[in-house]
């Protein structure tokens, strides 16, 4: 049945997704747009409901999976509701509504020659959210949350992810916990450090190996820090005072792909 005001209760509570109070509280997030749809779709993500906008229809890149018979209700929805619920000034015709991923941290730390990242106070969303795409890009084992970090189901690091969040485990974790627990298993712990000695360039990532992120104003937390094995540096030719902490995680990132899959 079409939902066509604001008011209704239903909506009410998708708009209140748009709080992270309200999404830790009921364990769920909204996505919006075409492309993040489509790829929760693709991923069988655990899908709530779709709403498109009733008077534009279906959009067209999403009929053929509307019409495949899967078990997850399509609403039709007025521009109102739609502009309740959105978090962007000329939102998309199509949201959805999600339920949290439930995954935990712990299958990562039996991965044989894990690539793992790990984010300890990664404020900025748009850092967050490309970090994550980052990581999937290369086809890393997966992107761990610690306390400090923007919201993974916040409507601006979702968009800065692309879909990412749906192709590799994005799980929180306490990091005092779980960083000795993989130094315990062999698991190296490496991280971005002015006073390095290592050159990124001549690390070994070909063993397993955790990367370690922090803070874009202060670095890693003292306790994070202090569990770290190997400080890296990226060497810089220019005149650039430093990478931001996505580009940072990007460069190594790609060099353990290269070193693991592009080494012949």
């Keep these: 049945m079409d939902i066509l005001s604001p008011q209704n209760p239903r909506v009410k509570e998708w708009a209140g997704l748009l709080e992270k109070k309200n999404r ?9 747009g075409i492309h993040l749809v489509q790829e929760a779709l693709r991923a069988q993500a655990d899908i709530e409901c779709v709403c498109y906008d009733v008077e534009r229809g279906i959009p067209q890149e999403l009929r053929e999976v509307a019409s495949a018979g899967l078990d997850i209700p399509w609403t039709g929805v007025s521009a109102a509701v739609i502009a309740k619920c959105s978090d962007t ?8 509504v999600l339920r949290k991923d439930r995954r935990t941290a712990e299958a990562l730390l039996g991965k044989e020659r894990s690539l793992v990242v790990v984010l300890d106070g990664v404020q900025d969303p ?10 999937d890009a290369v086809g890393a084992d997966g992107v761990i949350v610690g306390a400090g970090c923007a919201d993974v189901y916040g409507p601006k690091v979702l968009r800065a992810t692309m879909g990412s969040g749906f192709h590799l485990p994005v799980v929180h974790g306490n990091l005092a916990e779980l960083l000795p627990q993989a130094k315990q298993r062999g698991i190296r712990l490496a991280g971005t450090s002015l006073q390095a000695a290592a050159n990124c360039y001549a690390y070994d990532f070909t063993q397993p190996v955790w990367l370690l ?32 902490v996505a580009m ?7 060099e353990a792909m290269r070193q693991r899959h592009f080494n012949g």
Excluded: C
Excluded at 25 to 30: D, E, F, M, S, T
Excluded at 248 to 254: D, E, F, I, P, T
């Design 248 to 254: 940072a995680a990007s460069v190594l990132l790609y």
């Design 213 to 244: 992120f922090g803070s874009e104003g202060s670095g890693l937390s003292p306790e994070v820090r202090d569990l770290m094995d190997d400080g890296l540096i990226i060497p810089m030719r220019g005149q650039a005072e430093s990478l931001n």
């Design 24 to 32: 830790d509280k009921q364990g769920k997030y909204v996505i919006e």
């Design 89 to 96: 000034k000329s939102p998309q015709p199509v949201f959805a």
């Design 126 to 135: 748009g850092n967050v959210g490309t970090i994550i795409r980052s990581a």
